[in-house]
């Protein structure tokens, strides 16, 4: 009986051991699915003990979906440990995001009648943002996120840059791109 082992083929007898390469099976991988119905309880009990319950279904669904929009997400040898880190990932930014945006609570004493909205105002409020929302829907995918990204959800260019990939000044150059390009546009409607 003859095995093949790297380069060459070596002689083996009916007494001799099998080389260690013989012994492996490898097994297959799960499919998304059992993944899911295996990590699912234990990452949303991981997950719990380090923020409220309400938000732990919210990070549970988002860790399954960088799971399975990874490029080779079958590849993982233990998913779990990728879904647990990617939940703490989540969380982490979870809490960034929040320090940069504390939420504002007013008290009883804060809180004051409003005076009825004058309906001219608010026609013209609303045929603002639709304007904006139309010139936003008209600039390219990467400047569109870098503008949102820094105006609407607070982010500063470097913290954009390391998400994006692209350098500080490459995304000023694009926020200067959307600027220019959102102001064109509300300018001509």
């Known amino acids: 009986m003859r095995f093949a082992l790297g380069l060459g083929s070596v002689s083996v007898d009916e007494d001799d051991p099998l080389p260690p390469e013989i012994d492996r099976v490898c097994a297959p991988l799960p499919s998304l699915e059992q993944v899911y119905r295996q990590e699912r309880t234990g990452l949303l009990r991981f997950v719990t003990r380090r923020s409220r319950r309400e938000d732990a279904e919210d990070v549970v669904q988002q860790a399954f979906t960088r799971f399975a929009a990874g490029k080779n997400a079958s590849r993982f040898d233990n998913p779990g440990a990728y879904l647990r880190q990617t939940s703490v990932n989540l969380l982490r930014d979870e809490a960034r995001w929040s ?87 509300l300018r001509r409607d």
């Open 99 to 185: 320090s940069r945006h504390p939420k504002v609570s007013l008290s009883e004493e804060d809180e004051q009648e409003l005076a009825d909205c004058d309906p001219l105002a608010a026609l013209e409020a609303r045929d603002r943002l639709h304007r904006i929302g139309a010139a936003l829907d008209r600039l390219k995918p990467l400047p569109r996120q870098i503008f949102l990204a820094c105006r609407v959800y607070g982010y500063s260019h470097a913290e954009i840059a390391e998400q994006t990939g692209l350098s500080v000044k490459g995304v000023e150059k694009h926020m200067g791109v959307a600027i220019k390009q959102l102001g064109r546009h």
